[in-house]
Each structure stands twice: as C-alpha cells, then as structure tokens.
C-alpha cells in the first residue's frame, strides 16, 4: 500500500478489512481497468471517511455500497461509463470513468446536465487534488 496514501487518510475514520467474499463481489463487479492502490486500500479497509483539509470531506463507499449504487442512475447516459465510489458527503460524487481509468465528480444533482469533471488520471492525484 502506498505510504503517501495512507498519510493522507491517517486522520479518517476507517472501517475493518473487508470480508473474502465482500472483496471478490466488488471485484466481480470491476469491469474495468481501476486504479491499483484504489484497489490495494479496499483489500485493507472496507471504506472511510474524514476531512483531507479544512473544507475538503471524502466519504469513500463500503464495497457494498459500491456494488449497490453502480450504476448509480440505471436510466442516464451520463451515468453509463461511471463507477461510483464515494461522495464529499453532499451532493456531489466521485466516480472512474471506465472507458479512460481517471476519476472524476459530478454532482448528483445536475447529473441529467452536465458532464463529469475531471479530477485525477490517478488515486493518489485525486487524494492530492482534493487535499489542496
């Protein structure tokens, strides 16, 4: 596991390591190239939330949650490449864009509107992005 990563969630609260079975479910469930240490911190802790700054909340989904909200709008095509896999705790959530592996958010919102923004070609970019 990378070190910068987990410096970054040193302060969150984090949930147990996920059960075999959870973890083969989540992986069934990946039909697409996903970040590596997004992968590795799942094999770890089985979601987490906290602050990566003052005004930056992160909630990273349980593997059941995942599995549950993907995808999130059955019926949006803006929905339709997206794995979603957590949220700032509002309304606005975070997602990999399975046809190019980045991470990108919307808000759930305006998600019939606009089109994702991206955010990161990598989890740890996407830790760093937020932290700013």
Do not use: R
């Amino acid at each position: 596991m990378n070190s910068q990563i987990l410096k970054y969630l040193d302060s969150f609260q984090k949930n147990a390591e996920p059960e075999l079975n959870e973890l083969n479910v989540f992986f069934s469930n990946i039909d697409f190239n996903i970040d590596k240490e997004f992968f590795e911190l799942y094999k770890i802790f089985n979601g987490a939330e906290g602050f990566l700054n003052q005004v930056n909340f992160l909630i990273l989904w349980k593997i059941s949650d995942i599995v549950a909200l993907n995808p999130y709008y059955e019926d949006s095509i803006e929905c339709e490449n997206l794995f979603f896999f957590g949220t700032n705790g509002s309304n606005y959530g975070y997602a990999f864009d399975k046809n190019k592996s980045t991470i990108v958010g919307i808000d759930f919102l305006e998600i019939y509107d606009h089109q994702p923004i991206l955010i990161s070609n990598t989890f740890l970019e996407f830790l760093d992005e937020l932290s700013k």
